[in-house]
């Protein structure tokens, strides 16, 4: 065939690409922000590619998902690609892995910054062999020249630090929807570690030296120490040292053993001043609409026109309690001071970079004297004690300068200490015409907000913080953006056409418990309230729910998830059986991410029981396929969880549910089967699979309740007294 001389070589940028010039402006946000292709990839000699992503794995497949995407973009086998943990040492800046956007950001990062590798080498061993880089192909690394099989080199062989150490420039094109390379999807790569039981987490880490540590923490919100006999613990054998600063307590000692062992003996000696500061468990509703609220308009809409007069009108109200993350493993922090005053944590934190951010505010020392490592550790569901843990460890490592220290949260620290979820209360309104259209909603929300995550304040929020002799005020949760994601008022704008509607939120200025990020933040209660507002209004109108839901809902791929999951579900044959319901529920997850769709049968026999869940779910081009089943149905089965079971326990003075017994969550022998039907589209960018459930399955269960029983239960958890209650109030 003939061949093309070779171009010169560009030495800052790509070679052309699938596409044309997108330029500077056009680079994913991701990698805006971190444009440097050496920070996210690196060609080594060996035969791997070696990948960065300020993402961390959770647990959710997140490394199995970008490993995918960059093997496919540069042609390269699965297993040439190693994953490095996101470190503050090199990682790209991501913030945050939250919200469901690994694969949309970390992806659509590296899909760039693989297009521009490719094109660099692709230019790199165009120069070699004397050719033109339009006369090249890539097969599993080897860069050959098409029909002339003996001109070859590969990525290995030109591999040079060197030619990644440059900005993104936007002038190559990741490859079209399709055209990556063809293969199996690659396995779980978090997984075999896991199921074979080899150590995998940051609990099993041992560093030379270690030495370890529990804290006791105050035994309610407002407790404060007032004395503790530290000679008597520091007289146990294996204890290293007692820690005391202010009303922050720990013990470091030699093993495990000896830390439990004194951790009891602290406890008992401890003597603290606790105040009655929660309120009344029983009624949060009313506790939550008596604070004093910062308000604000989330979102209204005038009709353009005229609107058609209202023959009708509803009105209800929604809630739920505080939750728990509930983790199965305990949190955990690892960290190691040196004698120059520089610190090394080791944490499984969802964010390196906000810890190191809050921590130098903490321990009073430069960022540039820290470095925070990802390692995987118990599963996370947003802002669980990792951070804390985290912190807990830099304190008290710092007492013993040269022993690395691991701390340890118990089951009662995990249950009682760690960030909740916010409860909530949700007011709805809706008016409709004579058409049977609503044309008119008024949502409004009162709740703390829902972060309190590192980096995001002025001063520390770690459970830590307030309790140093030196330390900082409590601060109270705030809600991120809505252009972010929003907090307490995500999901409450409607999804679907209404004339007229007008969103209010209402945060709360008082936090009698920590609350921060719990996955899907206000997405969970504002569907669940949405969603069954909008069954009540079908049915008192004489209306199939799912015809309602059509006839306000223009969105094409909205429709077409609901649609899907109501032919599998036999939705317009079902026939009413004794006790037993189904009920839908269906929202966009943030208004700007996946589309899902949920139909759950339930059972009521004797106690409450979900038997079957069918999802139809829309996140866009489909990276890897079981990992976003995977997620579906985990989120899909903690929802069944926190509608059914779960809500914190507390009197006036202290969390009480600080045990699996006072907090039960879900068992296996309860989980139901599921059916999920992922409506890929691949000319469509990616969205996260991690959340969309939440919300449509809460409210698919309460409908569900309804068509089951007749009574409606508007706060969750929705068990037997409730329905009781609500049935005495009907």
């Not at 540069?74 to 996101?86: E, H, Q, S, Y």
């Not at 009105?315 to 505080?322: E, H, M, T, V």
């Not at 490592?373 to 912190?391: E, I, L, M, S």
């Not at 068992?667 to 409506?679: D, G, K, N, Q, T």
């Amino acid at each position: 065939m003939p061949l093309r001389r070779a171009q010169p070589h560009r030495a800052r940028g790509a070679a052309g690409g699938a596409g044309g010039s997108a330029g500077m402006s056009g680079l994913p946000p991701s990698l805006k922000a971190n444009p440097r292709l050496s920070q996210w990839l690196a060609i080594r000699p060996e035969g791997r590619v070696e990948v960065c992503s300020g993402k961390v794995e959770l647990g959710q497949g997140i490394a199995t998902a970008l490993a995918a995407i960059v093997a496919g973009e540069l042609d390269v086998a699965v297993g040439r690609i190693a994953m490095v943990r996101a470190s503050t040492a090199g990682a790209p800046n991501e913030g945050f892995t939250a919200g469901s956007l690994s694969v949309q950001d970390s992806g659509g990062a590296l899909r760039q910054v693989c297009a521009e590798t490719r094109a660099i080498y692709l230019d790199a061993a165009a120069q070699r062999l004397e050719v033109a880089a339009g006369d090249l192909e890539v097969r599993d690394g080897e860069i050959r020249v098409r029909g002339v099989p003996a001109l070859r080199t590969s990525y290995w062989e030109l591999a040079d630090p060197a030619l990644l150490a440059c900005a993104a420039e936007g002038r190559a094109a990741p490859k079209a929807p399709g055209a990556e390379r063809e293969g199996e999807l690659p396995l779980r790569l978090d997984l075999p570690d896991k199921v074979m039981g080899r150590p995998a987490f940051l609990h099993d880490m041992v560093l030379p030296g270690m030495l370890y540590a529990r804290i006791a923490h105050p035994p309610s919100p407002g407790a404060t120490l007032q004395a503790v006999d530290v000679a008597a613990v520091e007289a146990l054998p294996g204890v290293v040292r007692v820690v005391r600063d202010g009303s922050f307590l720990g013990v470091i000692a030699e093993g495990e053993a000896e830390a439990n062992r004194a951790l009891r003996k602290l406890k008992a000696v401890a003597q603290w001043n606790e105040r009655e500061t929660l309120p009344d468990m029983d009624d949060l509703p009313a506790f939550l609409r008596a604070q004093p609220v910062e308000t604000s308009v989330v979102d209204e809409k005038e009709p353009a026109s005229a609107a058609t007069a209202p023959t009708r009108s509803f009105q209800a109200s929604y809630a739920r309690p505080y939750l728990a993350h509930a983790s199965i493993g305990p949190s955990c922090g690892l960290a190691r001071w040196d004698d120059g005053g520089r610190v090394e944590v080791w944490t499984h934190a969802q964010g390196v970079y906000p810890l190191l951010k809050d921590l130098a505010l903490l321990l009073r020392i430069a960022p540039q004297d820290i470095t925070v490592t990802h390692v995987p550790g118990a599963g996370c569901y947003g802002h669980n004690g990792a951070d804390d843990a985290a912190v807990d460890a830099a304190l008290l490592a710092r007492a013993v300068p040269g022993r690395p220290v691991q701390v340890l949260w118990t089951r009662e620290d995990e249950l009682a200490c760690a960030p909740f979820g916010a409860a909530m209360a949700v007011d709805l309104q809706a008016s409709v015409d004579a058409d049977g259209r609503i044309v008119d909603w008024q949502h409004a929300v009162w709740s703390n907000g829902h972060s309190m995550r590192p980096g995001r304040m002025a001063v520390p929020v770690f459970h830590a913080a307030p309790l140093l002799a030196d330390g900082f005020a409590p601060q109270v949760s705030i809600n991120v953006p809505l252009a972010t994601g929003a907090g307490a008022e995500r999901n409450s704008i409607p999804g679907y056409t209404f004339a007229r509607h007008r969103v209010v939120n209402h945060r709360l200025l008082a936090m009698p418990l920590r609350t921060s990020s719990l996955r899907s933040l206000g997405a969970h209660c504002n569907v669940f309230a949405a969603e069954c507002f909008m069954d009540e209004i079908a049915l008192a109108l004489g209306v199939d729910p799912l015809d309602f839901r059509l006839r306000h809902l223009d969105d094409a791929r909205g429709r077409a998830v609901l649609e899907h999951v109501a032919r599998m579900a036999g939705w317009r044959q079902r026939a009413k059986r004794e006790g037993v319901g189904q009920g839908l529920g269906f929202a966009r997850y943030k208004n700007n991410g996946a589309w899902c769709a949920a139909i759950a049968e339930v059972e009521t026999q004797q106690d409450i029981r979900v038997r079957r869940l069918w999802l139809a779910v829309d996140v866009g081009r489909v990276v890897h396929l079981d990992g976003v089943k995977n997620q579906l149905e985990g989120g899909a089965i903690q929802t069944v969880s926190w509608v059914l079971k779960e809500a914190v326990q507390f009197d006036r003075t202290r969390v009480t549910s600080e045990r699996w017994g006072a907090y039960p969550i879900l068992r296996f022998s309860e989980v139901p089967a599921i059916e999920i039907a992922v409506l890929d589209r691949p000319q469509e960018p990616s969205l996260g699979a991690g959340e969309p459930t939440h919300g449509p399955v809460a409210a698919a269960i309460g409908n569900a309740l309804f068509d089951a029983l007749g009574v409606r239960v508007r706060e969750m958890p929705l068990t037997r007294e409730r329905v009781q209650r609500a049935a005495l109030a009907a």
